[in-house]
């Protein structure tokens, strides 16, 4: 079974610095879905990359993936209070670029001081 | 309001005592999924469905049952709780849209089985 790896498992930092999360598959990702979650709370869904070397944005946020690496970074820039929660990428098992069957790594927990 | 809803949001039970959270979304999604979610192990998936009366397992379907006799619902049934079912779960739906899904998650059902 596919494993997802993030990286750091918690991040601090000063709100205005910029950050960025890494996800690192042990299978070809045909699909990377980043969400994020407040504690205790739903999944909110950022982002969904699916080609290699795709990147997108989405105010402050920016994901990327590289394939060839088996990996997907988030990056926020001038990181904000609102931005901290827990973030959570999750792959396509099924190689169909759909979001039904996901596995999920153990997420990286964001607090970002005023 | 586009939205998952479930049912009830807290339960604290007893091991053996059936239980059923419930799920509810107001978008006519076709597929639904159950997930937990645990400290260190991130979300799995529980069971899912493509469709009315259409169920398949996901990763982690033992100890759990579903159903699907409405397109709107997709119960989750304890027949048995045990305590190692104590978890946080999430019910989603989704639609897709050209390549890709759009998964939506429920606010979660935190559930302790003494």
């Known amino acids: 079974s596919q494993e997802l790896e993030q990286s750091p498992q918690s991040l601090i930092v000063q709100e205005g610095k910029n950050l960025t999360i890494n996800c690192t598959s042990s299978?070809?990702?045909?699909?990377l879905y980043w969400y994020k979650q407040k504690y205790g709370e739903g999944l909110i869904f950022l982002m969904m990359l699916q080609k290699g070397g795709e990147e997108k944005s989405h105010e402050k946020i920016t994901a990327k993936l590289d394939e060839k690496k088996q990996q997907s970074s988030l990056h926020i820039t001038a990181s904000q209070p609102s931005h901290a929660g827990i973030y959570l990428c999750?792959?396509?098992?099924?190689?169909?670029?759909?979001?039904?069957?996901?596995?999920f790594g153990s997420g990286t927990q964001l607090t970002v001081l005023p | 309001e586009a939205q998952v809803t479930q049912n009830p949001r807290y339960l604290i039970t007893v091991t053996g005592k059936k239980l059923t959270v419930t799920c509810s979304q107001n978008m006519n999604h076709e597929y639904m999924s159950w997930y937990r979610q645990d400290p260190g192990l991130g979300l799995r998936q529980i069971y899912y469905?493509?469709?009315?009366?259409?169920?398949d397992k996901g990763d982690v379907p033992e100890g759990y049952k579903v159903s699907r006799k409405e397109k709107r619902n997709f119960p989750l049934i304890l027949e048995s709780p045990s305590p190692n079912q104590t978890s946080l779960y999430f019910c989603a739906s989704s639609f897709r849209q050209g390549y890709t899904d759009t998964q939506y998650f429920g606010p979660g059902t935190r559930l302790t089985v003494l």
């Open positions: 999750g792959a396509d098992r099924t190689f169909s670029g759909s979001a039904r069957q996901l596995t």
């Open positions: 469905s493509m469709n009315v009366e259409v169920t």
């Open positions: 299978k070809t990702l045909y699909g």
